[in-house]
């Protein structure tokens, strides 16, 4: 493992991270009763990834640079798997069981169309 490597992974993080917190203050007035900044930061980040691999590509090394900062680093910050997990977790114990189905399928089905999307548009240039 290189060092350069592991800074790649922590700058895309870092910004992925502070992308994912601006998200959550914009959709702060919106996000009362359902967490929809998790929502639109987990679009955000398939469809970013979704551009990178349409862009790059199956040549591409899986970890090369490029992979590490935008792949792992940038996509890895600003998704938010532990944080649908926890939320979920809060629709469970407040049986909320609609809103349970609700999130997990938005978030499973709409995070596959975006990565799709995302990988799509490197047909356009």
Not at 77 to 93: C, D, H, K, Y
């Amino acid at each position: 493992m290189k060092l350069s490597a592991i800074v790649l992974v922590f700058v895309g993080g870092g910004l992925g991270s502070m992308l994912r917190y601006i998200i959550s203050i914009a959709a702060r007035p919106i996000t009362v009763s359902f967490p929809y900044a998790t929502l639109i930061a987990n679009f955000i980040g398939c469809f970013v990834l979704g551009v990178f691999i349409g862009f790059m590509g199956a040549k591409t090394a899986t970890f090369s640079n490029t992979y590490l900062l935008f792949a792992v680093g940038f996509c890895g910050g600003l998704t938010t798997f532990s944080s649908l997990t926890l939320e979920n977790m809060r629709f469970i114990e407040q049986g909320q069981l609609f809103n349970l189905i609700l999130y997990t399928t938005f978030s499973f089905a709409f995070g596959l169309i975006f990565l799709y999307l995302g990988m799509l548009l490197h047909r356009l240039f």
